[in-house]
């Protein structure tokens, strides 16, 4: 269960980073001008509900992920994500079905991009941004219910202060947009848990599918988005001892569309997990569908 | 000289002050080029900057050619070094920076 909402939880982070457009589910190297302000929302919904095991796990997440980027120069942006959450877990435990959730805010996730390298010419660029950020625990961490003290999973936040880290590639021509990325989080433990590290390798092709030619001034865009994110996550550790059905591997395709105006975006996916490699009894991803909307000012 | 001629004179004095009175209270406009501009997003930072910069009346933005035509307020001017800071404060770069002649952008 653990890794399950990790790894959702780690898709909805990181696509709240990508507050410019661009790919949908993490970030991107193009800037945030100088003192300018880019807001993002966005919409998550995650449902795991295929569990081979006795228990008949089914998870459902929801996440509004609110997103502000600023552009502290022409080169470095700083960042600010706050999730809301909604989590709910069905299962049965011997002859009864029980039901847990829980909603409220999670944690601050503060990050700044520098882009390191940059070449422009007409009608297309080329930068290498790398970024550094941390996770404040803001989110309630100890939330109980009638059942006792709520798993972690559960929780909608994580009691630790983490740090996360990588790089974004991004090439973006006026027909298309490629944008890759590689990132780690380093998780540390509370409150006797600590979530397995992670590290992640991303992948978008933006392709502009109208206006099929361009005229004067500027139009909105519609791009067809494709995308891949493959996610490793260590296993977690509880009170000191390694969890062997939490970790492992996915690899997501999201397929999208995004609207693409000089002021707003607005957007929308869905994340299909084509291969799950994951431990032990760990609750696999049915599919996270993303919307959202980005605003310029 | 006769009247007649005197006259003809006047007036064709008189046309060409006003011609040239006209040209020259035509605002300035600038050509840039800016290198990097691939998306609509992008361009509302480009836009933002440069209107930001003092007597700037009016900016047309033309993406396929990655430029942007800035009209001055009468009498005033944008140099090269304020446009390229602007520029480069939306996180793109000035390829070329120069003057459009006037009565260039008549009819376009």
């Known amino acids: 269960m653990h890794t399950v909402l990790k790894l959702a939880m780690s898709s909805l982070s990181l696509a709240a980073a990508a507050a410019w457009g661009a790919p949908i589910t993490f970030n991107t190297a193009l800037p945030v001008h100088e003192g300018g302000y880019v807001w993002r929302e966005q919409l998550v ?56 959730s829980q909603s409220g805010v999670g944690d601050l996730t503060v990050l700044g991009r ?53 790089a974004v590639l991004t090439y973006q021509t006026l027909d298309f947009q490629i944008d890759s990325q590689v990132s780690y989080q380093a998780n540390r433990e509370a409150n006797g848990f600590q979530a397995g590290n992670r590290w992640q390798v991303d992948g978008s092709l933006q392709y502009r599918l109208l206006p099929r030619r361009l005229g004067a001034g500027v139009p909105a865009f519609l791009y067809g988005v494709l995308e891949a994110n493959l996610v490793h996550s260590a296993k977690d550790r509880a009170n000191g001892i390694s969890d062997p059905n939490s970790g492992g591997t996915t690899l997501f395709i999201t397929p999208g569309l995004q609207y693409v105006t000089r002021k707003w975006i607005v957007e929308a996916g869905v994340q299909i997990p084509v291969s799950q490699d994951l431990n032990g009894t760990a609750l696999e991803t049915d599919y996270l569908f993303t919307t959202g909307f980005r605003i310029n000012f | 000289m006769n009247f007649r001629v005197l006259t003809q004179r006047m007036f064709l004095t008189l046309a060409l002050a006003l011609v040239a009175t006209g040209v020259l209270a035509a605002p300035p406009s600038y050509r840039l080029a800016v290198g990097g501009l691939a998306c609509p997003f992008c361009a509302y930072g480009v836009e933002k900057k440069l209107s930001a910069l003092a007597g700037v009346e009016r900016l047309e933005t033309n993406i396929e050619d990655g430029s942007v035509i800035v009209t001055m307020q009468d009498g005033m001017t944008l140099d090269e070094a304020s446009a390229r800071r602007a520029v480069k404060a939306a996180g793109f770069s000035l390829r070329t920076f120069e003057q459009v002649p006037p009565g260039a952008l008549e009819g376009q």
């Open chain 1, 114 to 166: 520098y882009t390191a390298y940059q070449y422009d010419a007409p009608g297309r660029t080329l930068r290498v941004a790398p970024f550094l950020g941390v996770k404040a625990p803001t989110g309630e961490d100890d939330a109980h219910d009638g059942l006792g003290l709520l798993p972690p999973a559960l929780q909608p936040g994580s009691g630790s202060w983490d740090a996360l880290g990588g």
């Open chain 1, 45 to 100: 919904f995650m449902q795991s509900a295929d569990d081979p095991t006795p228990a008949r796990r089914d998870m459902q997440v929801t996440g509004l992920v609110s997103v502000l980027g600023y552009g502290v120069t022409g080169d470095f942006a700083l960042f600010g994500m706050l999730p809301w959450f909604d989590k709910r877990l069905d299962m049965r435990m011997g002859e009864q079905d029980l039901s847990r």
